[in-house]
């Protein structure tokens, strides 16, 4: 089977239902966004990190294919590849571990410190991009409200995550200074 089919080379892509769309369509901007996400994490998991961390991005990397999947699909009613509350659980449960390592932010926090907090500030600001675009999608068609949520969270789990990281490698976080 060859990687090149073709069939894009008028503008348009399939959905999971078959129907065809064309790319610029919000719906393949929104699972467009979460793939460059994964990429992003992609990165994260390549540079150096203990395996706790480096567990919680590998799970993040599939749950964010299924994310994708789920915005692939505009069946609302076919269930079987969807975002589901206990992915968003899992995430909260994520942040609770790590937010106990943090002291209270009394400043602004603004992206970098180390080259690993900063590829996470960065994920951080395409799964707030991502949600966004869900967002918009939403606004037009239905779409699987946990999808939305899931990014929502995901950007807090990487915010705190970033901060735990520039800690643990005693780099102070970068302050906004006004």
């Known amino acids: 089977m060859k990687i090149y089919t073709k069939t894009g080379d008028d503008g348009k892509t399939s959905l999971f239902d078959n129907s065809r769309v064309w790319k610029s369509h919000e719906r393949i901007v929104a699972y467009g966004a979460v793939d460059e996400l994964n990429s992003a994490i992609g990165i994260a998991i390549s540079m150096d990190l203990d395996h706790q961390l480096k567990e919680i991005l590998i799970r993040i990397q599939n749950d964010l294919f299924i994310v994708g999947s789920d915005l692939a699909n505009p069946n609302m009613s076919d269930t079987k590849i969807r975002t589901t509350e206990s992915m968003v659980l899992s995430l909260e449960n994520d942040i609770d571990i790590f937010e106990s390592e943090l002291s209270e932010l009394t400043n602004f ?24 675009d869900i967002i918009t999608l939403s606004q037009k068609e239905e779409t699987n409200k946990r999808a939305a949520m899931y990014l929502n969270r995901l950007s807090d789990l990487l915010f705190v995550l970033a901060r735990v990281l520039n800690i643990r490698k005693n780099v102070a976080d970068v302050v906004w200074k006004h």
Do not use: D, K
């Open 109 to 132: 926090i603004l992206p970098g410190g180390t080259l690993m907090s900063s590829i996470l500030h960065l994920s951080r600001t395409i799964a707030r991009r991502a949600e966004t």
